[in-house]
């Protein structure tokens, strides 16, 4: 199921990456500028992307001849790095599989699902009927979703009222 696979958004880690490579290449020049693009490139693009990226910032890092990284490459790092634990970097591998690696979808998805129903003219709820209605609104929006739902019920026996 889909659901299950965790994704970090690639437009919120590509940022991390600016700091970073300014402290590696300085903040002027074209340099910097290439070696975001680049990397941004091969993370969307390049299976085991994120692992080399990480390599490559340790590496870069090392050679600037300090007893310490740099504080904007060891805050990429760890990020990077905590981030990059289940595969939740891997986005060559998970846009092959045809999954979302940018969060515009599921925010699509909200505003399809929850703002059209509950901010329309007239309709207000309660938190409880609210959660109801919601759950059947996804249900019918999600391809697969609605015969779970009655296969489910089917087999537990439920009552349907008439």
């Known amino acids: 199921m889909v659901t299950e ?8 880690v590509t940022p991390s990456l600016g700091p970073a490579g300014e402290t590696l290449f300085g903040a002027e ?3 910097l500028v290439a070696w975001v693009d680049a ?3 091969r993370l969307k693009h390049e299976p085991g992307a994120a692992a080399v990226l990480i390599a490559e910032l340790a590496t870069r890092g090392a050679t600037l001849g300090k007893p310490r990284l740099p504080e904007a490459v060891e805050t990429a790092l760890t990020y990077l790095r905590n981030q990059a634990q289940g595969g939740r970097l891997n986005y060559a591998e998970l846009a092959e599989q ?4 940018g969060s515009g979808v599921t925010e699509a998805a909200c505003k399809v699902l929850v703002k059209q129903r509950m901010c329309g003219a007239g309709m207000r709820g ?5 959660a109801a209605v919601l759950s059947v609104r996804c249900l019918t929006y999600t391809p697969g979703r609605w015969g779970q739902f009655w296969a489910r019920i089917d087999r537990s026996g439920f009552p349907v009222a008439a």
């Open 39 to 41: 990397w941004c490139h």
């Open 126 to 130: 309660k938190e409880r009927g609210a």
């Open 98 to 101: 045809k999954i979302p690696i």
């Open 5 to 12: 696979v965790q994704v970090v958004d690639f437009y919120h």
């Open 29 to 31: 020049g074209g340099e």
